[in-house]
């Protein structure tokens, strides 16, 4: 199954203030930008068909791949000279990069790729920014299951704030947790089908007026995943990321428990 990958976007959060700071997708998470790590996942499942919405920093993605060195995160040997490597990432891959424009809304950017998609009655799609353990091939059975012509991962809110219940008085009647509250959030892992399309407007979003359309003829499904799920929306996200790598504390890394 192909996996679009939005990664386009300025990512203002996350600029440092120099005109040609990297985007989001390619801010480092232990050795690899997080680009790196969600297309890993994927792969781990068995997904290395992937299309690639390029828009900011473009080159930033281009270059990392074009020039991808190979013992920067495998095991290798160097013998007469030669580097002999003894595991591979990426050579199994296929990499389609399409320029979706600087100023594109998410479902534009998959309106412009759509005939890469020609043929595929269902397909993946993810932000390019947030990394989780969560089992891949249930999501898309349980998703296949239910009919549904989409489906989304939602999470738990992730937020450290509180809630309050005031009265027109200003008299405070509870306080409760973000996280405590029976609501879900988009946690930004798609499965598609070619349906999407039909609710998508040239310029439109992906979640707003697809997923909101489809919503409301009882054709999106969501796909609730409590377990480990974390974005990189900050630069406080992403060095969490990273210090959890470096502790070898990285449960996004499935392939890792694989292999051991």
């Keep these: ?30 050795p690899r930008p997080l680009i790196w790590h969600v297309m ?18 473009a080159h930033h993605i281009k270059n990392f791949f074009l020039n991808y060195q190979e013992t920067m995160s495998n095991d290798f040997v ?7 490597l003894l595991h591979s990432d990426i050579a199994d891959w296929t990499i389609t990069f399409v320029d979706t424009g600087l100023e594109s809304a998410i479902g534009e950017r998959l309106r412009r790729v759509r005939p890469y998609l020609e043929g595929d ?20 059975d349980r998703f296949t299951a239910s009919g549904a012509a989409a489906s ?18 200003g008299e405070v009647k509870q306080i409760t947790a973000v996280g405590k509250l029976p609501i879900w959030e988009n946690g930004g892992y798609f499965v598609l089908t070619q349906e999407i ?14 997923c909101g359309a489809l919503a409301a003829l009882g054709r999106l499904y969501g796909y609730q995943h409590d377990g480990f799920w974390k974005p990189a929306d900050t630069f406080k996200e992403r060095a969490e990321l990273d210090a959890g790598y470096h502790r070898g504390n990285r449960p996004w890394m499935v392939w890792e428990r694989a292999a051991s």
């Excluded at 890993?40 to 920093?57: D, N, S």
């Excluded at 989304?152 to 008085?169: A, G, K, N």
């Excluded at 039909?198 to 707003?208: K, N, R």
Aim: aromatic content about 10%; hydrophobic content about 35%; some cysteine.
């Design 1 to 30: 199954m192909k996996v679009v990958l939005f990664c386009g976007g300025y990512g203002m959060r996350m600029r440092s203030g120099e005109s040609d700071s990297p985007p989001k997708p390619m801010q480092m998470v232990g």
């Design 40 to 57: 890993r996942y994927y792969a781990h499942f068995g997904h290395t068909e992937f299309i690639l919405c390029l828009g900011y920093g």
């Design 78 to 84: 160097i013998r007469d000279g030669r580097v002999e």
């Design 121 to 140: 009655d269902m397909f993946l799609a993810n932000y390019s920014d947030v990394l989780t353990d969560a089992p891949l091939d249930r999501m898309i």
């Design 152 to 169: 989304m991962m939602i999470v738990p809110p992730q937020s450290s704030f509180h809630c309050v219940d005031v009265l027109p008085s």
């Design 197 to 210: 399309f039909d609710h998508l407007p040239e310029g439109g979003d992906l979640v707003e007026d697809s």
